[in-house]
Structures are given as structure tokens and as C-alpha cells.
């Protein structure tokens, strides 16, 4: 007997929702849907049930995406991690880097402390990492 995985599946609908919201045509469909109840409104002598009905759907609509797009968004950014992760692995970089997205926020300030401040780095030695050439 097999089984689908319901966190697979939510993560695959998650991701085909997360897609087809961020395209032009749903915007245009959104867009008419509410010019539609707008004009519908006269018609309708703007009853209360004219506006329940666009204040739920906007509601549960929302209320939905926010969960389908914070899931994408996880799994874009555990993906992003996982690729630095491995740049990290695989040059000369410091590999205690990798993995301090984990850390607790007060670790991860003092691991942030310990590395130099660009900003203070010695103006002739910024302006070669800027590209400039040294004027003679």
C-alpha cells in the first residue's frame, strides 16, 4: 500500500501557487475580478452582502497565500544555504562559516564581530578591491 506524502504534496501545490500568483496574467485576473464587484455594486444597491463577499474572499485568499508563500520562501532559502554551504566547502573561505544560520541570534552576532569591518579597511587597499588602479 503506498502513501503520499502530504508534506511533499503541499510543498509541490505550494510551489505551483507561489508560481502562478507572482504572474502578470493572475494580477490581471485579480485586477477584473474586483473592477466586476465594483460595478457590480450600483446593481446591487452596495448591500452588505456586496461587501461581505469581497472582504471574505479577500480575507481567506490571503489568509491561504500567506502559508503557501512562506513555504516556497523556506525552501528557496534552505536551497540558497545549501549552495553557499557548498561554495564555502569548496574554496578557500573558512568553513566555520557553514552552518551558522543555525546559530541562536546572540552566537551569531559574535561570529559576526570577529570578522573585519569593510568599512574601516585602509583606503589604498579599498580602492584596489574596488578596481581602481594605485596613481602614481
Do not use: Y
Request: hydrophobic share 45%.
Amino acid at each position: 500500500m503506498s502513501r503520499t506524502n502530504p508534506s511533499g504534496s503541499f510543498s509541490r501545490i505550494a510551489s505551483a501557487l507561489s508560481e502562478w500568483s507572482g504572474r502578470p496574467m493572475t494580477f490581471a485576473l485579480a485586477l477584473t475580478l474586483i473592477l466586476l464587484w465594483a460595478i457590480a455594486g450600483p446593481f446591487l444597491g452596495f448591500s452588505s452582502v456586496w461587501q461581505l463577499v469581497i472582504n471574505t474572499l479577500t480575507t481567506v485568499v490571503t489568509f491561504l497565500m500567506v502559508f503557501m508563500l512562506q513555504n516556497s520562501q523556506n525552501r528557496d532559502g534552505k536551497a540558497l544555504q545549501a549552495k553557499l554551504d557548498e561554495l564555502i566547502r569548496s574554496s578557500k573561505a573558512r568553513n566555520t562559516f557553514v552552518g551558522i544560520e543555525k546559530l541562536d541570534e546572540e552566537t551569531l552576532h559574535e561570529v559576526c564581530a570577529t570578522l573585519p569591518d569593510p568599512t574601516k579597511a585602509d583606503s589604498e587597499a579599498a580602492m584596489l578591491d574596488a578596481g581602481f588602479a594605485k596613481s602614481s
